[in-house]
């Protein structure tokens, strides 16, 4: 448990493995990639996070660092959607229908060539994190496109609360928040460094880029983020 949520503590290979065993036994699962920000902005929504087709997993330093803190030991290995989704593909003995939800117009489409051209997989539909996302009918139009995967982009904690407020309405086999990962398809958003990856300060890249925006993130959400998981080691143990 991460400040009580139930982050599950795994490597890619044996999350691949779980997935596509669950989708081969058409059992619908939805894929959260808990982060510090995660933790904060998702606070309301851990009640409907418990139960079994939701499965969290940790992304980020700041979630080594807790556990180090809390537990004495890191997780077994860092997780996020931008790294974790195309090596599920890898893992695919065949193309994948996707559908895309989220991001600005020019992007998503960027995204979706991607994900055809590069990844080999089969886009099925798209829609735009905006407009799009509040018009009738966008259930129906998802479940209508028989897609296996639904890719959604819209941040913290939008894309949680969508997935979580339509997920039972759909026929889609995995549904996954992802962030800034149509951005980073489409080449709006660059990766850090693999050296700056490899040494887990990709997050100090991203601040150095967009400081205005990330600020918050990387300081005062980190502060809230300690203090919660603090606060719940310390009511478990009463």
Known sequence: MTAGFPVVVTTPDELADRL??????????????????????????????????????????????????????????????????PFLITKCSRPLRFFLLG?????LDAAACYLEQELGQVVVGSCDGYQGMQADGLVQRINDSQADVLLVATGNPKQEQW??????QLNVKLLSGVG?????????????????????????????LEPKRLFKRYTMDILIFLIL??????????
């Open 20 to 85: 596509l065993r669950r989708m081969a036994q058409s059992k619908q699962s939805v894929l959260l990639f808990a982060n510090t920000n995660f933790i904060v902005q998702c606070r309301q929504l851990l009640p409907r996070m418990l139960n079994d087709n939701v499965i969290i997993v940790n992304d980020g330093v700041g979630m080594d660092i807790a556990a180090l803190l809390l537990y004495g030991k890191r997780f077994k290995a860092n997780l996020n959607g931008t790294d974790f989704t």
């Open 103 to 107: 991001g600005k117009l020019k992007a």
């Open 163 to 168: 997935i979580l407020d339509h997920y039972r």
């Open 180 to 208: 800034a990962l149509f951005d980073f398809w489409a080449k709006d958003k660059p990766r850090a460094p693999a050296w700056v990856q490899r040494v887990r300060m990709e997050w100090l890249f991203r601040l150095c």
């Open 229 to 238: 998981c603090f606060r719940y080691r310390g009511l478990k143990s009463e």
